[in-house]
């Protein structure tokens, strides 16, 4: 699977066109969670720690390299785990890519409004 960085960030590319990638577009499209309270009532120590580390990264790095980041969700959630999505909007190409950040990969699919 091809890999871009990004800022700190290392992603793997998903082909927009494949049923994972479309869960995830769905995802990010219906979700209107931004912050833990929202999904738990009691999250752990551990949970906090990863989500502000995205969320710290993300509000640092704005404006990376030729990317706008914007809309930070939490797009899923259970009792173990959560998914992050944000939008990347590339200032070269206006393409807006979605970025997702799991507990075991981080994807990018690009230009998913086309």
Not at 22 to 32: G, P
Not at 77 to 87: D, E, H, K, S
Request: glycine content about 2%; aromatic content about 18%.
């Amino acid at each position: 699977m091809k890999k871009i960085k990004i800022g700190k960030v290392t992603y793997q590319l998903l082909e927009k066109n494949t049923k994972k990638a479309q869960n995830y577009i769905s995802n990010f499209n219906h979700s209107d969670t931004m912050f833990l309270w929202e999904c738990y009532n009691h999250y752990s120590i551990a949970k906090q720690q990863i989500f502000d580390y995205y969320f710290e990264e993300w509000e640092k790095n704005n404006n990376i390299e030729n990317y706008r980041l914007n809309k930070f969700k939490i797009i899923t959630y259970n009792t173990f785990i959560f998914t992050i999505g944000y939008l990347l909007k590339d200032s070269v190409t206006n393409q807006i890519h979605l970025a997702i950040i799991t507990p075991n990969y981080n994807y990018l699919i690009e230009n998913i409004y086309s």
